[in-house]
């Protein structure tokens, strides 16, 4: 079975300010980890994964996230939040291998007050 | 880039009328996944399919049927809309991370 945490269903931040959106999974196999970002009214877009290899990730628009095998953790942050990074993001695991069944997060609202 | 398409953006049926959601992607993806989300709950898994003519149940598939006929295909299909399956439909193929359509946001009245 796997499952996804995301802590904080709302987080506000500053512009400029550091983005950190917390997930944690578990999963009794070796997991693929991703992040997804959903704009309103469009679909889910991949930020970034982790399947094997280098435990920190870069993704697009300057977001990355680092895969903690002993904390069961793969946060997602940015440095320096945007107005346009405004949206939802979900956490997600799945199984490595198979039919790739993901389980996803119930998602984080992520407000950038000016 | 990979593009996954949904019939349609917004639909409105009545109670008990049958609801096709037609979902293609362009990318020869073996694996197809139909999910319905709504506020604080997230994305809740329908069914998926893992090939051609091959469907497997995802985590509530009460309601709902589907049918993959061609590789590029994959419709959701409500057999009898009810007011409990207003929600939005998101359709996503995938090699290993999935690829979203822009989904499609069903009222049943």
């Known amino acids: 079975a796997q499952s996804v945490t995301q802590l904080g269903s709302h987080v506000s931040v500053s512009e400029g300010a550091l983005v950190l959106l917390r997930c944690n999974y578990s999963s009794s196999v070796p997991p693929y980890l991703f992040w997804y970002v959903q704009y309103p009214n469009q679909g889910l877009q991949l930020l970034l994964k982790y399947t094997t290899g280098a435990t920190l990730v870069k993704g697009i628009n300057g977001f990355e996230a680092e895969f903690k095998k002993s904390e069961t953790s793969f946060h997602l942050t940015k440095p320096s939040a945007h107005m346009s990074d405004a949206a939802e993001y979900f956490c997600?695991?799945?199984?490595?291998?198979?039919?790739?069944?993901?389980?996803f997060g119930i998602g984080t609202k992520l407000q950038v007050i000016p | 880039d990979v593009k996954v398409t949904q019939s349609s953006r917004y639909l409105v049926k009545r109670t008990g009328e049958k609801v096709f959601l037609e979902c293609v992607q362009d990318?020869?993806?073996?694996?197809m996944f139909w999910y319905r989300q709504d506020p604080g709950l997230g994305l809740r898994l329908i069914y998926f399919s893992y090939d051609v003519k091959m469907k497997e149940k995802g985590d509530i598939p009460e309601g709902y049927s589907v049918s993959r006929e061609k590789k590029e295909r994959f419709s959701l299909i409500l057999e009898s809309a009810s007011t409990n399956q207003t929600s939005m439909y998101l359709c996503?193929?995938?090699?290993?991370?999935?690829?979203f359509g822009p989904g499609t946001r069903l009222t049943v009245t």
């Open positions: 997600a695991v799945s199984r490595t291998g198979g039919y790739q069944k993901v389980t």
């Open positions: 996503a193929s995938s090699p290993s991370e999935q690829y």
């Open positions: 990318m020869d993806h073996e694996n």
